[in-house]
């Protein structure tokens, strides 16, 4: 969820949706912006991203013309894996 201080500032500046990726928890807790949000009529909204294809895609473009792994002989693949605790 975005914090706070960043909720306030896109609601002062007139945003009517507030789309984010990924949660933490915030001092104030996400009731609190869910209400300020509701408040206002904005849409909070969770939205769901592929890191995985995302990174990959990153790393391909910066592989091809133009790029800073262009020429250089490197062929990057992303490995999603579990970290270990």
């Known amino acids: ?19 984010y990726v990924g949660s933490y928890q915030n001092a104030r807790g996400k009731e609190y912006i869910e209400e300020i949000c509701a408040a206002r009529g904005v849409a909070l909204v969770a939205k769901e ?29 992303i490995k999603k894996e579990e970290l270990s605790r």
């Open 49 to 77: 991203l592929d890191w995985e294809k995302l990174f990959q895609e990153a790393f391909d473009s910066l592989s091809k013309p133009g790029g800073a792994f262009y020429k250089q002989g490197l062929n990057l693949r």
């Open 1 to 19: 969820t975005p914090c706070i201080d960043c909720v306030k500032k896109l609601l002062n500046a007139g945003i009517a949706r507030i789309e």
